[in-house]
């Protein structure tokens, strides 16, 4: 009896297995299909902001330049505010037991934000010099 319930169970389990994943891979089809329109519409987006760039520069190098440098000032922001909560948990909280640990986070936190203010300075600082210094 065991033995005839086993086979059922399985039987039933092999059965399940291949109903669920049928529709699954419909599913799958209709999500490759959206996730690939939205990155061709992302695509197209940052070609164009690239192509706005360029016109706006007069100059291939320096739009591509500027767009690269626009993207480093917008994702420097969130990775600069981590190393900064990272850095004053080193000195807040695992510094009041460690010395060396305190010194450590004050450091970190130094770091980031002296590279926070160097990420988003930059790209004013290099439209301010084609403005001005190609003549």
Do not use: F, L, P, R
């Given at each position: 009896m065991k033995k005839i319930a086993i086979v059922v169970v399985v039987l039933l389990l092999i059965l399940g297995i291949y109903s669920v994943r049928k529709p699954v891979r419909?599913?799958?089809q209709v999500i490759d299909n959206e996730t690939e329109s939205q990155l061709i519409e992302i695509k197209e987006t940052q070609m164009k902001t690239l192509e706005d760039y360029k016109a706006k520069y007069g100059s291939?190098?320096?739009g591509t330049v500027a767009y690269i440098l626009h993207l480093l000032q917008v994702y420097s922001i969130p990775f600069c505010f981590l190393g900064i909560a990272i850095g004053?948990?080193?000195k807040y909280i695992?510094?009041?037991r460690k010395l060396d640990t305190l010194e450590k986070g004050m450091g970190v936190m130094v770091t980031f934000t002296i590279l926070l203010i160097i990420c988003q300075i930059l790209p004013l600082a290099f439209a301010v010099f084609i403005k001005f210094g190609r003549g």
């Open positions: 419909a599913v799958e291939d190098i320096y004053a948990i080193h695992i510094g009041v």
